[in-house]
């Protein structure tokens, strides 16, 4: 063939590259060359199927009608795909969905599976989301967990350069660098870093892997990152990362409670596990765990969970805010004594249980008064609203040991003290009164604390003489 004929049909090759006409041997027309027919070869290597063929796939998966070869390759990109016409179930969720993984993996042995099906595969197992608590969860999860078992026995085939991948597109080169990521802890590697807030390595592993936004994988990093955080054994270096961690539960929660297991009984060895106010806002919110005082109840009952001494050091956390906010906030309005706070405070580990009863004035002001607000939201399944003849009247009821004590927020009240056996009031009830007589709250006319005088030497004393004494330093 002439030099010249060689040379124009070249010419013509470089041109269906949209190269710019430069001359035979230049190196940046060699290396533009490269580039395209690169991005060419990841568009095809990574190229999903057509979405009606997958779903028609699914659609007779689910309907037991056997597939042929190629729908068994469409199917591989819907496997986590609702179904309408089966009541939006999947085919995760098939009984029949361990032949779909033997047909795969008898491929593999064979060498037969086409890699982009594999890579579907791939796409759709990322694509899964947080499974939600239902009858068809278990099932599910076993053969997620099938998946990817297969998955991770196969991943070299189309993930290590040889004879036969000479080329790999960038989703198998990642995979290379990053088998962790079928594994059953995928997300360790990377918890050090994103708990630091680099998140270089795993926006890099997104991309080239296509994991998306909503998918199982980010409840399990946050997860990792909870399990590598609360394995610290300086509790400074804990306790600055609490924030954090909060912030990716709030944003990832898929397996929010095993992970406030985990920052709870670690906060719990601190040896300064004193109140935190973020992460005791956080755990009692009624979407979280609710108020532990409601444990025994069954309203919040994923406090068991956690053993006594951790619930009893949340509880503690509570009772003393809520203490706070009683005698600071309801009775501060009125100028009331602030010593009761104090005095109370002494017995903050021994207080099984409080309940606030709100008077009218209280009651309108919860949506002006942020604090007032708080209290409302943390009681919401507890509070009660108080009859009495002073609107501006409240009450705080608390247990502690076998007596409980009803305090008012108003100067001139006294404190009331009843045996827990022979309340007259009952104690869940969501509306109670100020009488004296009857199941009023100042009933026990004749056992009650006043506070003028040295009263908090004299009650402390009575209080020991019924067997109560302040918790041990």
């Known amino acids: 063939m002439p030099i010249t004929q060689l040379q124009t049909q070249l010419e013509s090759v470089l041109a269906s590259f949209d190269i710019s006409s430069l001359a035979i041997g230049n190196a940046k027309a060699v290396e533009d060359a490269v580039q395209q027919i690169a991005r060419v070869f ?20 689910m309907r037991g009608r056997a597939l042929g070869i190629t729908e068994k390759d469409w199917i591989a990109a819907a496997l986590n795909e609702p179904i309408k016409e089966q009541g939006d179930k999947c085919v995760l969720e098939s009984n029949n969905f361990k032949d779909l993984i033997n047909h ?33 969860a278990k099932h599910k999860e076993e053969n997620r967990e099938q998946l990817r078992f297969f998955l991770e026995s196969s991943y070299k085939y189309f993930s290590k350069p040889d004879q036969k991948n000479k080329i790999l597109p960038q989703w198998a080169k990642t995979l290379h660098k990053h ?32 994991i998306p936004s909503q998918s199982w994988f980010w409840h399990e990093m946050t997860l990792a990152v909870v399990q590598h955080a609360t394995t610290k ?61 409601l444990r025994d109840s069954g309203i919040a009952s994923k406090w068991l969970y956690v053993d006594e001494n951790v619930w009893r050091m949340v509880l503690a956390w509570v009772t ?5 906010l009683f005698f600071e906030v309801l009775s501060g309005r009125y100028g009331a004594q602030k010593d009761r706070f104090q005095f109370w405070s002494q017995y903050l580990n021994q207080i099984t249980y409080t309940k606030l009863v709100f008077g009218n004035t209280t009651l309108t002001q919860r949506s002006r008064n942020p604090e007032i607000a708080k209290l409302f939201r943390e009681e919401q399944d507890i509070y009660a609203g ?62 009650k604390i006043i506070h003028s005088g040295d009263w908090q030497y004299n009650t402390k004393s009575r209080l020991m003489d019924m067997g109560i004494y302040p918790d041990k330093k």
């Open 104 to 136: 795969y993996q008898k491929q593999v042995e064979d060498r037969s599976i086409w890699r982009l099906t594999w890579y579907w595969l791939l796409i759709s197992y990322f694509n899964i989301t947080i499974l939600a608590s239902n009858s068809n």
């Open 42 to 61: 990841e568009g095809y290597a990574s190229a999903p199927p057509p979405k009606e063929r997958a779903y028609a796939a699914a659609l007779k998966f």
């Open 386 to 447: 108080l009859v009495a003849n002073n609107a501006d009247l409240d009450a705080f009821i608390m247990q502690i040991g076998g007596y409980t004590f009803v305090e008012f927020s108003m100067n001139g009240n006294a404190a009331f003290i009843y045996e827990n056996s022979k309340l007259p009031f009952k104690l869940g009830a969501r509306a109670l009164s100020e009488k004296t007589y009857g199941d009023g709250l100042k009933s026990a006319q004749h056992n």
């Open 320 to 324: 003393k805010e809520h203490l706070r």
């Open 179 to 210: 088998s962790n990521l079928l594994s059953k802890k995928p997300c360790a590697p990377y918890a050090q870093d994103f708990l630091e807030g680099n998140a270089e390595v795993i926006d890099e592993v997104k991309k080239d892997i296509g």
């Open 233 to 293: 054994k300086n509790d400074d270096s804990f306790k600055v990362s609490i924030k954090k961690l909060i912030e990716y539960l709030e944003n990832y929660p898929g397996f929010k409670d095993q992970a406030i297991k985990l920052i709870l009984e670690r906060y719990y060895r601190c040896k300064d596990n004193s109140a935190l106010s973020s992460l005791r806002d956080y755990v009692i919110k009624p979407e979280v765990w609710k108020n532990p005082k």
